[in-house]
């Protein structure tokens, strides 16, 4: 009986040890897979803008929007992808020149505007902060370089509207609703910080010109990616 026992035992701990040691080549075969796996950090930027349906066209309307870019304002996504996937029914789109920097504009020439919904993205080899511009004011004033390292917060950046004629007072607010998205690209198991910025700000209808609006920063700390 006690033979017998022994026995049942040793073929347990055979079971258990073949069980350990196929665990073991699977984790290992994991590691190596993953140790050389290279991810590129990707960018995707996502516009909506609703209300403008309403506005009465005079001659050529222009409506600009934030770009994604680092903290020296070098646009994150190249011009070529925001210029051609960017196209919005009804608009025509191109990179402009402000006072505060390069913005993303849409042109018409339609009795009404449309609305805009527009996405698209691409990868990249950068592995930088990176968040919706213009910044024109930063919490407590911190330089954007110093904010754009912080685990986030709520920044001021700016949109624009033109050309459209002025509407009644009760005219259809107009909404922005933006989100932009850049990292988590991954060497070697160790994957990098996520930088997400979001817009969801609501403008009067009669608004004109440079607007201020109110945006989002958020990082998502990287680490080891088991």
Not at 64 to 82: C, F, K, Q, T
Not at 101 to 130: C, H, N, Q, W
Request: net charge negative; proline share 8%; glycine share 10%.
């Amino acid at each position: 009986m006690n033979e017998q026992r022994k026995k049942i035992r040793k073929a347990i701990l055979i079971g258990l040890a073949a069980v350990c040691i196929l665990a073991l080549m699977i984790f290992l075969i994991f590691l190596a897979v993953g140790f050389v796996e290279i991810i590129s950090p990707n960018n995707s930027y996502a516009i909506e803008i609703t209300g403008l349906s309403s506005l009465a066209v005079n001659g050529t309307a222009t409506v600009m929007v934030p770009i994604p870019a680092n903290v020296d304002g070098v646009p994150a996504m190249s011009e070529e992808v925001l210029t051609s996937r960017y196209q919005a029914f009804g608009w025509r789109t191109a990179i402009r020149e402000t006072p505060y920097g390069k913005m993303l504009a849409f042109t018409t020439t339609d009795g009404y505007g449309p609305g805009i919904s527009v996405s698209s993205g691409e990868f990249e080899k950068k592995e930088e902060p990176r968040l919706l511009v213009p910044v024109l004011a930063t919490p407590e004033n911190v330089s954007v370089e110093e904010f754009s390292r912080s685990s986030g917060g709520t920044y001021t950046t700016v949109v624009f509207l033109d050309g459209f004629i002025p509407p009644p007072e009760n005219a259809t607010p107009i909404t922005f609703n933006l989100r932009y998205q850049g990292g988590g690209g991954m060497k070697h198991l160790i994957k990098e910080n996520v930088w997400t910025t979001t817009v969801n700000a609501t403008v009067p209808g009669t608004a004109s010109g440079f607007i201020p609006i109110p945006a989002e920063y958020h990082v998502t700390p990287g680490g080891l990616y088991l």
